[in-house]
């Protein structure tokens, strides 16, 4: 069990629905989400151009080192999708890995070109060699997040 360092009046209740979320983009409720379950069935439903307004409940795996400008986030069952914020209008802590995080917005599915995974990669901190054998776009699951809710630790 993860104990929660929320410093305030309440923390001596452990009670995991009295999650404390920092706030980013768009004002958006901690309610009304799909489970990252819900959502990965969705991805998996969706075609090539094709758009989806929805709002769900994941973890983050990765922040972008540089800016916080890019989370990936978990889909289970090893998939993960690739999360934006809406014309780059709002940041997230680059401290912002492995935490809860609910995210609202447009998921799509998106083939990213070479040169950009590159980019991602050398962002991410990857080593050369890695980015080097990057030779083929990669079909992946995006997020457009218009607002996010990421909890504090």
């Not at 360092?5 to 706030?23: K, V």
Request: hydrophobic fraction near 35%.
């Amino acid at each position: 069990e993860k104990t929660n360092n929320i410093s305030d009046e309440n923390s001596a209740i452990n009670d995991p629905e009295e999650t404390s979320y920092a706030s980013f983009g768009d004002n958006i409720s901690a309610d009304g989400y799909i489970s990252m379950n819900e959502m990965r069935n969705q991805f998996n439903d969706l075609a090539l151009g094709d758009t989806l307004d929805v709002k769900f409940k994941s973890k983050t795996i990765k922040v972008c080192q540089k800016k916080g400008c890019w989370v990936t986030v978990d889909l289970g069952e090893n998939q993960e999708s690739f999360m934006r914020f809406k014309d780059y209008k709002f940041v997230v802590p680059k401290n912002a890995e492995d935490r809860e995080i609910i995210a609202e917005g447009k998921a799509f599915l998106e083939e990213i070109p070479v040169d950009e995974l590159k980019h991602y990669a050398k962002d991410a901190g990857k080593p050369q060699e890695e980015i080097d054998e990057i030779s083929e776009p990669k079909r992946t699951l995006r997020f457009e997040a218009a607002g996010v809710l990421i909890a504090e630790q």
